[in-house]
Each structure stands twice: as C-alpha cells, then as structure tokens.
C-alpha cells in the first residue's frame, strides 16, 4: 500500500506526460548574457521619412515593437515584448538568398505591419508555430491581424513575411514559406510593386519565381509580374529567365555546378528598369553581383564590378544611379555607380546588412552589436 500511494504522490506531483515532440513545447527562457543587454533590428523608415520603427530583440529571444524619431534622439515601446518567431532566428538581415523578416510602414504612416507568433494545430492536436502579419495603428495604438491561420490550419503557408505595400496604400503583397518545391509555382519570392508607366493603369506585382520539375532537376530562373485581381490581364506572365546552362556559360569556370538565382527586386522610380541580385550560387554572398533589365524583359546585364566582393540590396538613387551593400571581411560598404554600371564610388560603411534607407535616399538606418545604450542601439549613416 505504501508504495501504491508513493506512485500516486510522483503522478500528481509530475502530471501524465507524453514524451516530448521535437519544436512543439513552448520556447524556454534561455538568457545568454545579462538580461539588461538588447540589440535593435529590422529597422525601418517611414514614408515620410520622419519616423523609424524597429524590433528590439533581448536575450530570451522575445522582440518588443518600438518607434523612434529620424535622428534617433528618442525612442518608445508600441507593444509588450513577445517571442514573434517560436522556431527559428528573425532573418531581418538583406544577407539572404530568400525575402527577409520585416515592418512596413503603410504609405500613409497610419498603419505599421509586423510579425507575430501564430500557433497553428495539426490534426493530432499538436501545436505548430507559424508566423502572421498583424497591423499596428497609430491612431488608435491597438493592433490587429492581417494575415494569420486559422486554428486548424491544414495548408502549407506556415511563415507569412516581407510584406510590401502597395503605392496606393490599398493591397498588400507578401511572401509565404512552404516545405515542397517541386512544381513550377511554389518557389516564389522577392515581390515588389512595379510602378506605373501610364494614368490609369494599375501597379502590377514583380516577383521571382524558380521553376523545378523535380528535385534532380536544376532550376530555371525566372522574373514574372502579375495584375492582381484583372483577370486575362496582358501584362502578367514571365518577362525574363536564366536557365542553368546560360548561367554556366557566363562563368569564368563553366565546369563548376551552377544554381541560377534572384533576389533583392528594385524598381526604378520611374518604372524603365528593374534591378536585382542575380547569382550562380545562392549560398555564397562573394558571387553575388547586380544587375538590370529593362521594363520589357530586354537588355539584362550585370552592373557592378566582379572585384571578388559580394553586392546585395540594391537601390535606386535616382533614374540613373544606384547603390547596393558590398560585403567586406568586416560589415558593408555602400557602394554607388551608373546604372549602365562602371567603377563605384564608396558611400559609407555599415555595421551589418539590417538596414534601411531613408526616402530621400541621404540617410541609412543599421543595426549594430549587442549593447546596454539608450535609447536605442541603431545607428545612422549620412551620405553625402
């Protein structure tokens, strides 16, 4: 008897637990450093160039939505801090082969879109975490869902990011992560809205879309747009590929195994061209170069130096010029040079590859190293 009530004392004491599923239990506590040390990411500015959101990321992996003013001068809380991202390091860096982890201010400011945590439920019951888009208001400093799963949630869209706004501030696009890639429209990424070129037409989304047959077969690099919501519209469809023998041949060394692929969509303010990442190997950020192609799907070419140096992120610093990270041993140049290319021309240096640039294209917002600074631990860079 004695024994029966000691196994009885160890269940209520320990519960009736089932072995543990790996990535299904809560996110532990685990605090590598003092508590009191943060570092701020994802910086981003606002439309009117007036204000810079960010997330700031502490120890225990959790992320608390702040505001702050253009010179960084102050800074405050919008949300209690939370684990946005249950399983998995926020990608908010521009050193990614696929769309990172970012805010979005709408074009108005009104509206400011983030991730949260979305914990989804299989048909067993168990939890899964996936990542929606809510929408924080400045008008009424309350927050609310913009793209999030049900609860028994049985499609393949888990992590929904890189949101974009419309021009018109009306629609938003985004990028969604699925497991699968094995059919010609699963592997897309990278949207941008496409300005427009004429009164009256709508903005057209531009996107990167890989087409593999199967997972033996190389992929085919494509760049496509489409007219949300007109149906039969003559402007949606692929406008440029690159197929992995083309790719090989553009190699210093054809004999190497190639990967074509593209990222980092950026269309020039008046809509004549489209810049973007293209690379041999989506792994290796040294063989990233940038390139351009005309509205039409014409004259694609590469623009930056191959000078040994990775290039990333690129945008438009007018019509006629542009600017992208070069990647160093250490942090990141801001190169720029003609948009038909040429020797570029050094604009400052970067901590990391988490920035943004201002609208009026002076000024970049960059995270830095783990610091116990206030009010925040962004940095800014003035070009001159």
């Given at each position: 008897?004695?024994?029966?009530?000691?196994?009885?004392?160890?269940?209520?004491?320990?519960?009736?637990?089932?072995?543990?599923?790996?990535?299904?239990?809560?996110v532990p506590n685990l605090s590598v450093v003092p508590r009191a040390a943060y570092q701020d990411v994802s910086p981003r500015w606002s439309a009117d160039g007036k204000r810079i959101a960010f997330l700031r990321a502490t120890p225990d992996r959790k992320h608390q939505l702040f505001i702050a003013d253009a010179t960084l001068k102050y800074?405050?809380?919008?949300?209690?801090?939370e684990v946005l991202i249950p399983d998995r390091h926020l990608g908010s860096s521009w050193e990614r082969y696929t769309s990172r982890d970012t805010l979005a201010f709408s074009p108005d400011g009104r509206w400011l879109i983030f991730p949260r945590a979305d914990w989804l439920a299989d048909d067993k019951g168990e939890?899964?975490?996936?990542?929606?888009?809510?929408?924080?208001?400045?008008?009424?400093?309350?927050a609310k869902p913009l793209a999030v799963h049900?609860?028994?949630?049985?499609?393949?869209?888990?992590?929904?990011?890189?949101?974009?706004?419309?021009?018109?501030?009306?629609?938003?696009?985004g990028s969604a992560d699925i497991v699968s890639l094995f059919d010609r429209g699963r592997d897309s990424d990278w949207g941008t809205w496409e300005p427009t070129a004429k009164a009256g037409e709508r903005n057209a989304l531009t996107f990167r879309q890989g087409i593999r047959r199967t997972i033996s077969v190389p992929v085919t690099e494509t760049l496509r747009r489409i007219e949300p919501g007109k149906e039969?519209?003559?402007?949606?469809?692929?406008?440029w590929r690159m197929t992995p023998a083309e790719c090989a041949r553009l190699q210093s060394d054809p004999s190497q195994p190639v990967q074509p692929h593209t990222g980092h969509l950026a269309w020039s303010p008046n809509g004549n061209a489209l810049a973007f990442t293209f690379t041999p190997d989506p792994l290796d950020f040294a063989r990233y170069e940038i390139w351009t192609v005309a509205r039409d799907g014409k004259n694609a070419h590469r623009v930056s130096p191959r000078d040994g140096s990775g290039y990333l992120a690129p945008v438009w610093l007018g019509n006629e010029r542009l600017?992208?990270?070069?990647?160093?041993?250490?942090?990141?140049?801001?190169?720029?040079?003609?948009?038909?290319?040429g020797n570029p021309k050094t604009l400052g240096r970067v901590e990391r590859a988490d920035c943004d640039w201002s609208p009026d294209r002076k000024r970049v917002v960059f995270a830095t190293a783990w610091r116990n600074e206030k009010p925040t631990t962004l940095g800014i860079l003035e070009i001159k």
């Open positions: 008897m004695k024994r029966v009530w000691l196994i009885l004392c160890l269940v209520i004491i320990t519960g009736c637990r089932r072995a543990p599923v790996p990535g299904m239990a809560d800074a405050h809380s919008l949300l209690e801090p939890r899964l975490p996936g990542i929606g888009l809510w929408l924080y208001d400045f008008a009424t400093r309350k049900s609860s028994r949630y049985k499609g393949e869209f888990i992590y929904y990011r890189y949101p974009q706004w419309s021009p018109d501030g009306k629609r938003v696009a039969g519209a003559t402007r949606t469809g692929e406008f600017a992208a990270l070069r990647k160093l041993a250490t942090g990141y140049e801001i190169a720029s040079w003609d948009a038909q290319g």
